[in-house]
């Protein structure tokens, strides 16, 4: 990483409120650079605290965007963080008809010219698209990163219709957790108190609310900018990683949306910026965004828009392991998507009908849903998981087998239950018998004809399903083989389906589409700059003596049958910030399940956060816990809050409700 201390333009930077038509005011950033002219704004809108939370990532860029003649903005989402008013569910009316109103009051500041951008990753980039699809006038250009345009199926809740085990439930509680932190008294005064009980009585569980909704409904298709991409008038730079569960979205902006206004980008990495990832490599991505931003807002001559619609890592074998500094690889251009030179080549399963009734505990070494480059968040060999899978292989004999695109599969089922689930993994198996994860698609059995409803099996008959597995950029070297694995259960990525026995998965009839494509294309020339930030903000972490947990640790009980799994998400522990903020974060996640009783699935999440301010005597913490069990009827979610204000408790809420299990 190349730390850039000259820019062209000097800067300065400025905390601001920014007024909304209710009178609340939104706590923003705003880095400048020090000129008479006007410039283009550029807007970073989140929940996550500009004042903590992302202020050392905000300072890898906001800085360096200002630099070169932008004013970059980083605004609280209301309710959050230093921001006024009350919050809400995830990408609520209100949030992005703030963020309307925020991009609306920039184009109109003196030092702008009127013209405006917004970035962001994960929930950043997912408002991006929401607020482009609301079409604001100043809005000309957007950068959308390991962001979704499906918040039912390709968002942190749901996946093939199915309850994402690990995802809602671990996402619900970390937003449990963050939600009910307080606002900071070094930058609202001695009001943060009050501002903060009020936004306690306002928090419910926000799995509440996801459980309340198991089917692709209205509540879903809000904010779901895949029910109108023609809503989306702003340019859009659409950019993921092979190892972020968002990537499909970046193939499906890139061939809805005209060509003139998209470009795509899918890398090796997990969910980060490309500037930062690991596995990498890493490219200069702030340079890349430049270059569209300067098109887009400056109009400036550059050959930003020449390049292919869309940019792909195409990885190389490589054995398994949970982390990769770098992966081996190439990048490659396609002028279109679907891309001309992508083949669809389909291998038919062969052999006998096969039961495939995986025990529950199948997924265990599935990896971390949401890596961000920890030691243990990919998936390690696969060898456990294939033996608890039904698997199908095909030899790769004289030439590579390059892949890029969304392999389809296609199964024919037999249930003699009503419920069922079909997980398929495609590995790369190398001649030491070592097997990589190279994808995976999940499909709930009630979802066959379509996420909108839930429709059970009937008993005893059989059917052909289909459904498309993750976006793929991989290359299968000669002697190596494809491996298709096929399981019925996927813990804890998939919640179990009551009373599951499996399936029975008659090959004739079944098929395995791979995007296959073909090698040393025109466009394959693409080169980056390497990385580049801004000066770090200084946020130290002291050294602890105590030992760490283990990021993944699985325990085994051989009497009982049971698993389970503990994660330690790596929050951050202690952080000490240059304005005297000592921050501390502390959470696992634990999920437990029997080897054949789907309804002991339990996941429990514990938070523990602390804001200390000695100059200030401020000292405030947070507890949460959050449970979810099932039986064959529902679910139980069981939450908890505690808040303290030095040793006083001010605020402690549980909450436990049921609800009946339709997709789950």
């Given at each position: 990483?190349?730390?850039?201390?000259?820019?062209p333009?000097?800067?300065s930077?400025e905390?601001?409120?920014?007024p909304m038509?209710?009178?609340a005011r939104?706590?923003a950033?705003?880095?400048?650079p020090?000129?008479?002219?006007?410039?283009p704004?550029?807007?970073?809108?989140?929940?996550?605290?500009?004042s903590?939370?992302?202020?050392p990532?905000?300072?890898q860029?906001h800085?360096?965007?200002a630099?070169?003649?932008?004013?970059?903005?980083?605004?609280?989402?209301r309710?959050?963080?230093n921001?006024e008013?009350m919050?809400?569910?995830e990408?609520?009316t209100?949030e992005?008809?703030d963020?309307?109103?925020?991009?609306?009051?920039?184009?109109a500041?003196?030092?702008?010219t009127?013209?405006?951008?917004m970035?962001?990753?994960?929930?950043g980039?997912t408002?991006s698209?929401?607020i482009a699809?609301?079409?604001p006038?100043p809005?000309?250009?957007?950068?959308?990163v390991c962001?979704t345009d499906d918040?039912?199926d390709?968002?942190?809740?749901?996946?093939?219709?199915?309850v994402?085990?690990?995802?809602?439930?671990?996402?619900?509680?970390t937003l449990l957790?963050?939600?009910?932190?307080?606002p900071?008294?070094l930058?609202?005064?001695?009001?943060?108190?009050?501002?903060w009980l009020?936004?306690?009585?306002?928090v419910s569980p926000?799995?509440?609310?996801?459980?309340?909704?198991?089917?692709?409904?209205d509540?879903?298709?809000?904010?779901?900018?895949?029910e109108?991409?023609?809503?989306?008038e702003?340019?859009?730079?659409?950019?993921?990683g092979?190892?972020d569960p968002?990537?499909?979205t970046?193939?499906r902006?890139v061939e809805?949306l005209p060509?003139d206004?998209?470009?795509?980008?899918i890398?090796p990495?997990?969910h980060q910026?490309?500037?930062?990832?690991r596995?990498?490599p890493?490219?200069?991505f702030?340079?890349?965004?430049l270059?569209?931003?300067?098109?887009?807002?400056?109009?400036t001559a550059n050959d930003?828009?020449?390049?292919?619609?869309?940019?792909?890592w195409?990885?190389?074998?490589h054995?398994p392991?949970?982390?990769?500094?770098?992966l081996?690889g190439?990048?490659?251009?396609?002028?279109?998507w679907?891309s001309p030179?992508?083949t669809?080549?389909?291998?038919?399963?062969?052999g006998?009908p096969?039961?495939?009734d995986?025990p529950q505990?199948?997924?265990l070494?599935?990896?971390?849903?949401l890596?961000?480059g920890?030691?243990?968040?990919?998936?390690?060999?696969q060898?456990?998981e294939?033996?608890?899978?039904a698997c199908?292989?095909?030899?790769?004999?004289?030439?590579?087998v390059?892949?890029l695109g969304r392999?389809?599969?296609t199964?024919?089922l037999?249930l003699d239950?009503?419920?069922g689930?079909?997980i398929?993994?495609?590995?790369?198996?190398a001649?030491?018998?070592?097997s990589?994860l190279?994808t995976?698609?999940v499909?709930?059995?009630s979802a066959?004809h379509?996420?909108?409803?839930?429709?059970?099996?009937p008993l005893?008959?059989?059917?052909d399903v289909?459904?498309?597995?993750?976006?793929?950029?991989?290359?299968f070297?000669?002697?190596?083989?494809?491996?298709l694995?096929?399981s019925?259960?996927?813990?804890?990525?998939?919640?179990p389906q009551p009373?599951s026995a499996?399936?029975t998965?008659?090959?004739a009839g079944?098929?395995?589409?791979?995007?296959?494509?073909?090698?040393?294309t025109?466009?394959?020339?693409?080169?980056?700059?390497?990385?580049?930030?801004?000066?770090?903000?200084?946020v130290?972490s002291?050294?602890?003596?105590?030992?760490?947990r283990p990021?993944?640790?699985?325990?085994?009980d051989?009497?009982k049958?049971?698993?389970r799994?503990?994660?330690?998400?790596?929050p951050g522990?202690l952080?000490?910030?240059p304005d005297?903020?000592e921050?501390?974060?502390?959470a696992?996640?634990?999920y437990?399940?029997?080897?054949?009783?789907p309804?002991s699935a339990q996941?429990?999440?514990?938070w523990?956060v602390r804001l200390?301010?000695p100059?200030?005597a401020w000292d405030?913490?947070?507890?949460t816990?959050?449970e979810?069990?099932?039986d064959?009827?529902d679910?139980i979610a069981s939450?908890?809050v505690?808040?303290?204000?030095?040793?006083?408790?001010?605020f402690?809420?549980?909450?436990e409700r049921?609800f009946p299990?339709?997709?789950?």
């Amino acid at each position: 990483m190349r730390i850039r201390t000259d820019f062209p333009y000097e800067t300065s930077h400025e905390d601001i409120r920014i007024p909304m038509p209710d009178g609340a005011r939104l706590y923003a950033r705003v880095w400048r650079p020090l000129t008479d002219e006007p410039v283009p704004a550029l807007l970073e809108y989140l929940p996550f605290r500009l004042s903590d939370g992302t202020a050392p990532r905000d300072w890898q860029r906001h800085p360096w965007y200002a630099g070169h003649g932008y004013a970059s903005v980083r605004v609280d989402v209301r309710g959050h963080g230093n921001s006024e008013g009350m919050p809400g569910d995830e990408y609520s009316t209100t949030e992005t008809a703030d963020g309307v109103e925020v991009i609306n009051w920039l184009a109109a500041q003196p030092w702008c010219t009127g013209r405006v951008g917004m970035f962001g990753i994960s929930w950043g980039g997912t408002n991006s698209l929401q607020i482009a699809a609301l079409a604001p006038e100043p809005l000309k250009a957007i950068v959308t990163v390991c962001s979704t345009d499906d918040r039912y199926d390709n968002d942190a809740h749901y996946m093939g219709g199915s309850v994402l085990a690990c995802g809602m439930h671990a996402w619900a509680a970390t937003l449990l957790a963050f939600v009910s932190r307080p606002p900071d008294p070094l930058f609202v005064g001695d009001q943060w108190r009050q501002m903060w009980l009020g936004r306690l009585e306002a928090v419910s569980p926000f799995i509440h609310t996801w459980l309340a909704h198991q089917i692709r409904d209205d509540y879903w298709k809000h904010g779901s900018v895949r029910e109108d991409y023609a809503a989306i008038e702003a340019a859009v730079l659409a950019v993921g990683g092979l190892h972020d569960p968002y990537r499909d979205t970046v193939l499906r902006l890139v061939e809805q949306l005209p060509p003139d206004r998209v470009r795509g980008l899918i890398g090796p990495w997990p969910h980060q910026y490309p500037d930062r990832g690991r596995p990498g490599p890493a490219i200069g991505f702030l340079q890349e965004t430049l270059r569209w931003w300067d098109h887009h807002l400056k109009n400036t001559a550059n050959d930003v828009m020449s390049e292919p619609l869309l940019r792909s890592w195409v990885s190389e074998s490589h054995p398994p392991a949970t982390v990769y500094e770098e992966l081996p690889g190439r990048w490659v251009g396609d002028p279109a998507w679907p891309s001309p030179h992508v083949t669809t080549v389909s291998h038919a399963l062969k052999g006998e009908p096969v039961i495939v009734d995986s025990p529950q505990h199948t997924g265990l070494d599935a990896g971390r849903f949401l890596p961000c480059g920890n030691d243990a968040d990919l998936p390690p060999d696969q060898r456990d998981e294939d033996a608890r899978s039904a698997c199908f292989e095909f030899p790769v004999t004289d030439a590579p087998v390059e892949l890029l695109g969304r392999p389809a599969l296609t199964l024919r089922l037999r249930l003699d239950v009503p419920h069922g689930q079909a997980i398929a993994r495609l590995c790369d198996v190398a001649p030491d018998g070592s097997s990589t994860l190279v994808t995976r698609g999940v499909l709930n059995l009630s979802a066959r004809h379509g996420r909108e409803r839930a429709g059970a099996w009937p008993l005893g008959a059989s059917e052909d399903v289909t459904f498309e597995l993750n976006a793929v950029g991989h290359s299968f070297p000669p002697g190596h083989r494809i491996r298709l694995a096929v399981s019925s259960a996927y813990w804890p990525w998939i919640w179990p389906q009551p009373g599951s026995a499996g399936f029975t998965l008659d090959p004739a009839g079944s098929r395995l589409e791979l995007p296959v494509r073909s090698q040393g294309t025109s466009e394959d020339k693409i080169l980056f700059e390497e990385p580049e930030q801004s000066e770090p903000l200084g946020v130290s972490s002291p050294v602890t003596l105590d030992e760490q947990r283990p990021e993944r640790l699985v325990v085994r009980d051989v009497a009982k049958g049971e698993w389970r799994l503990e994660v330690d998400p790596r929050p951050g522990g202690l952080r000490v910030y240059p304005d005297g903020l000592e921050y501390t974060e502390d959470a696992l996640q634990t999920y437990t399940i029997r080897e054949r009783d789907p309804h002991s699935a339990q996941a429990r999440s514990d938070w523990a956060v602390r804001l200390h301010r000695p100059e200030l005597a401020w000292d405030v913490r947070i507890e949460t816990r959050s449970e979810l069990t099932c039986d064959a009827a529902d679910f139980i979610a069981s939450d908890e809050v505690v808040c303290r204000d030095g040793d006083e408790i001010v605020f402690h809420r549980t909450w436990e409700r049921r609800f009946p299990r339709m997709a789950g």
